[in-house]
């Protein structure tokens, strides 16, 4: 154990958000304590809260809605490169995005995270190229793909990254311990908040004082106890499939969002992911389709039980049935689920404000990965400056509570 029992900040939670947060404390000067469980070695048996970010791949790429959330992640995209030669972690692999849906030249009733013109209008605020792409182009840029009759394209070839969130994890940990972040692996159980600061007590019994914590525990927020009240969110159970490759350089495929709706009807929305190398040595399309929002979690014991199963197990032939039709001719190996973990704000955005005079809370869903740095930047100047200094207004992170009226946007189903 450390023998330092108080810090400026403790940071609690070791994800993306809570460890960039903790680099970027440190990089100002501040004694940090980072607090957090390992990634756990199966989840079979598991029992307590789970990570998103307990996988290989995630897309990073300012096609995106709304526009705050596409800056958010060209902040992070841009500093992946330093990040990287100075830790040596190459977690990010340059690649092109390619986003599909139903022609839009039509009104269809569809989501607005799919609205090609949206998407399109953001890129261009950004200062990053896109092309579309009717049907037919479609159809000759990606001649080994068949989508859905009547779906166009809107592709991103610059400046687009496939993401390893468990890479971007040890990258951001590596730059926070060269600046004297302290870490620990425990669970955080109890935040006991006075005039002078704060006192953290982990589940092993060690407990550290400071003068400001910062909560950054993701999905688990609400059913961990550490703040006051609740927050305006919810927490899904999310399926990710695995379909195993024989050989990844017979798929030669950018990464991709779908979303398949002939006539105005969803059968798929979400990720297709181009083949990424799994830590036991095999290669997988990785898929998150449909079922992301059936399973809603309100307590950490429905969190372990749903960790428990796995994932959605009818997940897999739906899997198979897209991939056959979207890659005819390929030869797929075996199938399998992983559970993951995703919270939705009703704003879609960030929380990163003060609690109280001592406490800052940092959450975000899905798009944790790709645009972590940036909230963990964010964070980091809120909890030491004491106030918002950036120049996005901080209105658009304001923590919503359970008291407060909210009323919740529609996410596109399996994204």
Request: aromatic residues 6%; glycine residues 10%.
């Amino acid at each position: 154990m450390h023998e330092r029992s108080h810090f400026d900040v403790v940071v609690v939670g070791a994800g993306p958000i809570g460890t960039a947060t903790a680099r970027h404390l440190s990089e100002r000067g501040a004694s940090v304590l980072l607090v957090g469980p390992d990634e756990p070695s199966d989840f079979t048996d598991h029992d307590g809260v789970w990570a998103g970010y307990y996988d290989q791949g995630r897309l990073a790429h300012v096609l995106e809605v709304p526009l705050m959330t596409s800056l958010l992640a060209m902040r992070s995209i841009r500093r992946f490169p330093e990040l990287q030669e100075r830790t040596g972690e190459r977690f990010a692999t340059s690649t092109h995005s390619l986003t599909v849906m139903p022609d839009d030249s039509e009104p269809s009733g569809v989501t607005t995270w799919f609205n090609r013109a949206l998407l399109a209008s953001n890129a261009a605020d950004l200062g990053v190229d896109v092309e579309h792409l009717d049907s037919d182009r479609l159809r000759s840029e990606y001649p080994e793909l068949r989508f859905a009759p009547g779906h166009v394209g809107i592709a991103q070839r610059d400046d687009a990254f496939i993401v390893n969130p468990r890479g971007l994890v040890r990258a951001e940990l590596a730059a926070a311990t060269e600046r004297g972040t302290v870490v620990i692996r425990d669970i955080v159980d109890t935040i006991d908040r006075s005039d002078r600061g704060a006192i953290v007590t982990a589940r092993s019994g060690a407990s550290w004082s400071c003068e400001k914590v910062v909560v950054a525990t993701g999905a688990a927020t609400n059913v961990s106890g550490l703040l006051p009240r609740p927050l305006d969110m919810l927490t899904y159970g999310a399926t990710v499939v695995l379909v195993e490759v024989p050989d990844p350089a017979d798929f030669d495929i950018p990464a991709m969002m779908y979303l398949k709706a002939p006539g105005g009807r969803v059968e798929f929305g979400g990720i297709v992911m181009s083949p990424l190398q799994y830590p036991d040595g095999r290669w997988y399309l990785k898929c998150s389709g449909r079922s992301l929002l059936d399973n809603p979690l309100d307590s950490a014991e429905a969190i372990a039980r749903w960790v428990r199963t796995g994932g959605r197990r009818e997940d897999i032939a739906d899997t198979l049935e897209l991939l056959t039709e979207l890659l005819p001719g390929k030869n797929f190996g075996s199938a399998h689920t992983r559970p993951c973990m995703v919270c939705e704000t009703p704003t879609g955005l960030p929380y990163i404000d003060r609690v109280d005079d001592h406490t800052i809370v940092a959450i975000e869903g899905e798009r944790g990965a790709m645009a972590a740095d940036e909230i963990g930047r964010l964070t980091a100047g809120l909890t030491l400056d004491g106030m918002w200094t950036d120049g996005i207004p901080h209105a658009a992170f304001r923590a919503r509570w359970v008291e407060a009226e909210s009323v919740r946007p529609l996410l596109p189903a399996g994204v």
